[in-house]
């Protein structure tokens, strides 16, 4: 199988299975794994925060951080394609209490910071108060769209001015340092909280970090606390998350690249209509011209040996990842066209 699905597939290296083997391990609870303190040190260091926490999942680091800004009541502002809004089962409504405030995100995955001013509440016993602003860097339903640090100063410094914090989405944090040529720290560094995944493009088994200020990760440490993600020896796992970040880091420039040949050739396969040929990311996008061959099309690639995700309103998405070398890319394009032509 050929598959596409996500960069979730990718699977632990041979560095990484070597040293979760030979891992120095303790009790993260009391604190004493020195692994999981190695880790949460580099990425405290690369993110250019004072502190980081190791959390089981990007989704319990997103939750952790909006509990640690918010109380209950108040109100989170965030983009209507935002991954904390649509795929995380609505943890911060149903366990922190905190209302949505929806903007809607430019195609680049933006918000507009004038209309975000506009959905500032005054403070008045009437309303909600506002509290905190998400952004996602990379923007996944945008496309594996990129943030540049200009914008990400412009939106700190827009919450510095309305009284809002800023918490960063940054599970793909590094495709954008790596397609934009800078160090992660120049997206982050001014943020309030930022989490990241291990677990995806950088192929770690499982894990994420969340950083900020050491004020604000102590209040995250109780949050993760609460929702079950305090682990014992953790070490095992941030061993591999460690030869991520030394070794995994700029080959993703190769999944960017892999994804622009694969939006090329998808481009040329009659019947499909790509977003881009030009993917910022590791993503790609594209449709069926005739969107009640849908069904019929996804069956027959999956038949020919090519697995994608369906992203919703006729949408597909192709991941490239760790394990899809150029010729997997070659490979997969003829079957998707003769998967095309059989249906037509
Ligand atoms: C994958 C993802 C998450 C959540 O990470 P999990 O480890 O799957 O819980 C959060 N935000 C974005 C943008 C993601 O792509």
Redesign the pocket.
């Known amino acids: 199988m050929l598959d596409f699905r996500?960069d979730?597939v990718t699977l632990p290296t041979d560095a990484m299975r070597r040293a979760m083997a030979e891992a120095e391990v303790g009790d993260d609870v009391y604190g004493e794994d020195p692994t999981v303190n190695r880790l949460q040190e580099m990425a405290a260091e690369l993110t250019g925060q004072e502190a980081a926490l190791f959390v089981?999942?990007?989704?319990?680091?997103?939750l952790a951080s909006i509990l640690a800004h918010c109380q209950r009541g108040d109100e989170l502002l965030v983009g209507d394609q935002?991954?904390?809004f649509h795929?995380?089962a609505g943890g911060m409504a149903a366990l922190g209490g905190v209302q949505p405030r929806l903007l809607p995100n430019l195609p680049d995955g933006r918000l507009d910071l004038e209309g975000a001013a506009r959905a500032v509440r005054p403070d008045d016993a009437h309303h909600p108060r506002s509290r905190l602003l998400a952004l996602?860097n990379?923007?996944?339903r945008c496309g594996g769209s990129v943030l540049a640090p200009d914008y990400m100063l412009a939106a700190a410094e827009f919450a510095q001015e309305h009284g809002l914090k800023l918490h960063l989405?940054?599970?793909?944090i590094f495709n954008a340092a790596v397609a934009l040529g800078i160090a992660v720290s120049d997206l982050t560094r001014m943020a309030d909280s930022v989490?990241f995944?291990l677990?995806?493009g950088l192929a770690a088994p499982?894990g994420?970090l969340i950083c900020g200020s050491r004020e604000f990760i102590a209040k995250a440490h109780r949050a993760r606390k609460q929702l079950g993600g305090g682990m014992r020896q953790a070490g095992i796992l941030a061993a591999a998350g460690i030869v991520a970040l030394a070794e995994m880091v700029e080959r993703l420039a190769d999944d960017h690249a892999r994804a622009r040949r694969l939006a090329h050739g998808l481009a040329e396969i009659p019947g499909l209509a790509v977003e881009t040929t030009e993917p910022p990311t590791n993503m790609v996008y594209f449709r069926l011209v005739d969107p009640g061959r849908s069904e019929a099309f996804q069956a027959a690639c999956r038949q020919a040996g090519v697995l994608f995700g369906a992203a919703g309103g006729g949408r597909y998405r192709m991941v490239t990842h760790y394990g899809v070398e150029v010729e997997h890319i070659d490979g997969a394009l003829r079957l998707i066209r003769q998967s095309t032509d059989e249906i037509m």
């Open positions: 996500s979730t089981p999942t990007g989704t319990m680091g997103n935002a991954h904390i795929y995380e996602e990379t923007h996944n989405d940054g599970a793909r989490t995944c677990s995806k499982a994420s």
